[in-house]
């Protein structure tokens, strides 16, 4: 995806936020290389996009993919939440800096399939 393809998206009225600059693991990058991805990220598309978000999604998005320091950062950057990729549901009280989501999967069929899954993981 290029930046003519991010502008069209948000010219559609899809809601769009960062994901560092250069899809770096935060897990595995601390200190003020990580800052700069992140902050970095919302200042690019702020220039690009003439807006800022204020969402964010962690790279390969799996507990490893985030130290806690960077967790800090993002809140720091003014992100106002943050989604993995690993799996769960967000419930009340969770910390909006920590959201779960379940993944879509190619192997899902059906969108019947997708609820049941999600409806199992809210046991």
């Known amino acids: 995806m290029n930046w003519d393809h991010v502008r069209v998206l948000a010219r559609e009225g899809f809601e769009l936020g960062a994901h560092t600059r250069t899809h770096v693991d935060l897990g595995t990058v601390d200190g003020e290389a990580a800052m700069l991805e992140i902050a970095g990220s919302k200042r690019d598309m702020l220039e690009q996009l003439g807006q800022a ?30 989604v993995s990729c690993h799996g769960g549901l967000a419930r009340a009280g969770t910390d909006p800096h920590a959201l779960h ?20 993981r809210r046991a």
């Open 53 to 82: 978000p204020d969402l964010f999604a962690y790279p390969y998005g799996r507990p490893e993919n985030m130290l806690e320091a960077n967790r800090e950062r993002v809140r720091q950057a003014g992100f106002r939440c943050c």
């Open 101 to 120: 989501r379940v993944p879509i999967s190619p192997w899902y069929r059906t969108p019947g399939q997708f609820g049941c899954e999600v409806l199992l």
